[in-house]
């Protein structure tokens, strides 16, 4: 089923999108028109139209985040989005389907080992207390070329999955191949693993999140099908 069946988020959308577009290009093309008036040739020489047109690329970057945040603002201003994801799940309590599994993948490379499992136990206990653990896998994928961090890493995983009872549940993998780096980690993940499960959730080496949060995004994928990525807001801690 399409979770907007009405197509009224669709239509918002492309108009939202339409209005950003146009709002970066206005001031990026004025904020160019000032540049080139303080330039000594105006902008006639090719050095000054390569430096037009770079300025003008990063100035659109900067103009793009300046009207996403003060849309965001906006929206908050005025007590929220009425298109937002969120809202599927008011007044929703569903239970997650048992074969709606998801992976929560952890990338490291030499990390702080202890700080790296203690976050994941944080998470994995607060996940354990929404009587959906059953639902999801932990994996953490290490890509850390120090022996000793290695080592350090399968000890603290042991320890972890003792203290939490987590055998079966929480895997930790050893890439010996480190290509691409952490992009390189998560696609070959998916490549071996991914076909198990119908979702994933990336942790940082710092991450937690609370096992409410993980539940949400869960149910919030259910409801909308068609929804490619959910990404919740950060907090620093």
Known sequence: DSP????RWSHAAARRRI???????????????FMTSVLPYHGTQPLEIAMLALFAILFGWI?????TA???????????????????????????PPDARTAIVMPICNEDVPRVF???????????????????DFFVLSDSGNPDTRV????????????????????????QHRIKRKSGNIA????????RYRYMVVLDADSVMTGDCLTALVRMAEANPNAGIIQTAPRAA
């Open 4 to 7: 907007d069946p009405r197509g």
């Open 19 to 33: 209005v950003l577009l146009g709002l970066v290009i206005a001031q990026t093309w004025i904020a160019t028109n």
């Open 152 to 175: 350090a890493e399968i000890e603290a995983w042991m320890t972890l999955c003792r203290a939490v009872g987590g055998f079966g549940r929480v895997f930790y993998r050893w890439r």
């Open 118 to 136: 203690a976050g994941l136990r944080a998470t994995y206990e607060s996940l354990a207390r929404t009587d959906c653990l059953d639902r999801f």
């Open 63 to 67: 103009s793009a985040g300046f009207w």
């Open 188 to 195: 070959d993940f998916c490549r071996r693993w991914g076909r």
């Open 70 to 96: 003060l849309a965001g603002f906006a929206l908050l201003a005025i007590g929220g989005d009425r298109y937002a994801i969120s809202n599927s799940l008011r007044g929703s309590s569903a239970p997650i």
